[in-house]
Structures are given as C-alpha cells and as structure tokens.
C-alpha cells in the first residue's frame, strides 16, 4: 500500500510541476497582449448626428414591406383539393379515426378531397378526440390514410393500368 500512496503523491507531484510550467509559458503572452492591443486599430466613430429619415425613404420601405407582404401567399402549399380519392388496398383497424374515413370513401365511392373533408365534417366518429369540423385535422389523417395506404388516389391507379 505504501507504494501505492507513493505513486499516487509522485502523479500529483507531476501534474502540479506540469501545471507550474505551463503558466510560466502563458505568462509572456499574457505581458506581450496589452502591446498588440495597443497597435490594433481604433473602432470607426459614430457619426455626430444620426441620419434623418426622409420621405423617399418611407416611400421605399413601404413598397418593401408590400413586396415582401405579397410574396408570401395566400397559401402554404400546392392545392391538393381536387384530388380524387378511392378506399386503398390496406383495411384498417375497426372503431378507429381512420376506420370512419375508410368507410365514408367506400359508401361515396371515389370523392375529392375537398368532398371527403365535407362528409368528414358531418360524419360521426367514435373517438372523443376527434375533431370533424376542423379542416387541418381532416386534412391531415387524409394525408396519413393515403401516405399508410388505406386510402389511395384514383389518378394513379388509372396510370398504373395503362
């Protein structure tokens, strides 16, 4: 054990004498920095009196923010209304959110988009969660009915035939 505590002393020995000659190397750096300070060059001077605002200025920034106001859109995506939708080729599980979507394209047989979120607003679901009247909510399980596979587009198949 005597060796162990001996070593242990000597590790912490090397490490305070390693720690001692790195702070002498820091140390000239540390002297020479307020010189190389000095040689830096000055921060630019604020004007004395702040620019005024004119009214060509006002013009310009009005039709910017028009611009800019109508790039944006109406929208935030492409309109996917008119798609035409048939029930796909993977049955879901009963009583679900999905399982009522299914069976309203079945008894419509093939339906728009904008049609299936109409018959989605009127139609009851099981779940107490769901939100029927909300067209982003029915918006999106469309999207996840057709993305898993329980829905799909009647365009497409059409094109896979041909």
């Known amino acids: 054990m005597a060796t162990e505590t001996g070593a242990t002393v000597d590790a912490a020995r090397a490490r305070k004498t390693l720690s ?20 830096a060059p000055a921060a630019p001077t604020p004007p004395a009196q702040p620019a005024e605002w004119s009214d060509e200025d ?10 800019r106001k109508a790039a ?10 008119g798609q035409v939708i048939r029930p796909g080729d993977i049955a879901p599980n009963p009583g679900t959110v999905v399982a009522t979507i299914v069976s309203l394209v ?4 093939t339906v ?23 067209a982003a ?25 041909q």
Not at 58 to 67: D, G, H, I, K
């Open 20 to 39: 001692v000659s790195l702070a002498a190397k820091a140390e000239p750096k540390a002297a020479t920095a307020p010189a190389e300070q000095a040689h």
């Open 106 to 109: 079945a008894e419509l047989g």
């Open 137 to 161: 909510w029915c918006q999106g399980y469309i999207a996840g009915a057709l993305r898993d596979g329980f829905l799909a587009l009647a365009d497409q198949t059409r094109a896979a035939e």
């Open 72 to 81: 944006r859109g109406g929208r935030r995506g492409r309109d996917v209304g």
């Open 58 to 67: 006002e013009r310009l920034f009005n039709a910017l923010v028009a611009r």
């Open 112 to 134: 728009s988009r904008v049609g299936l979120v109409a018959a989605m607003g009127k139609a009851a679901f099981a779940h107490p969660k769901a939100k029927p009247q909300d």
